[in-house]
């Protein structure tokens, strides 16, 4: 997952940070709450983890505003030493989905925010398959087919084609693209990345008279929509009994 930490204290950030990069993560580290904001202008996370008090504002306010915000969907935990339970109860009411309390271990860091993931992204460890309507992904061998038939994308394709699916209907900035996909900076990527969206729209069919639209967001990145019936991001894996449904 691609997490944003807001944590002003230099020792307890790179400790965080370790522990989640060692766990597969791609980690972005802010200790002011104005630079965590701007970056959620021109980029996407999939989990945000805020410290309370910070020097320029509080945790609470960037929660708000990523709320009201463009990040309204992204899951959020707060990791502060504020443990009275008014202090908890306050902060999950207001928007918060997770409360962890300084200091935390590690074993219990990775446990919380995998959970969180399992919960918010119906995303299953142990699923060797993802469907959506006609078209499967190949976990294991990295394949995918359309209404059956194999279809023959480049590891990067299917990488690509795997994270548009699992975030359907959410733009993804082209840094959030780049840095899952080809683990390197948008800024060299631009031409590279519009040429795989192109191949991809092109072999699975990702047009409107299929369903989908696979548009730019000017400026932003990209974001893959599904323009009638159930949301396969979540029905087409339940079908598949991959995951349950939420109500």
Known sequence: MRIALLEDDPVLAASVLE???????????FDRGAALVQALRRETFDLLILDWQLPDMTGREVLHWAREGGAARVPVIFLTSYGRENDITSILNEGA?????????????LARVAALMRRMYAIDPKATKEVFDDIEFDLRAEQ?????????????????????????????????IAE?????????????????????RQKLGLRPESG????????????LERLCGPDPSREGRAQAGLVNLRP
């Not at 989905?97 to 860091?109: A, N, Q, T």
């Open 97 to 109: 989905d997770d409360y962890l309390v300084k200091p935390v271990s590690s074993p219990v860091l």
């Open 212 to 223: 989908y639209r696979l548009a730019p967001v000017y400026g932003y990145g990209y974001r």
């Open 144 to 176: 995918v087919l359309r209404k059956g038939e194999a279809v023959k994308l480049t590891q990067r394709e299917f990488k690509l084609a795997l994270l548009l699916f699992q975030h359907l209907g959410r733009p993804l900035s082209r840094a959030h």
């Open 19 to 29: 522990t989640l990069t060692a766990a597969g993560h791609h980690c972005h580290h």
């Open 180 to 200: 899952r996909v080809w683990r390197q900076p948008p800024d060299i990527l631009s031409r590279t990345m519009d040429t795989h969206v192109s191949t991809l």
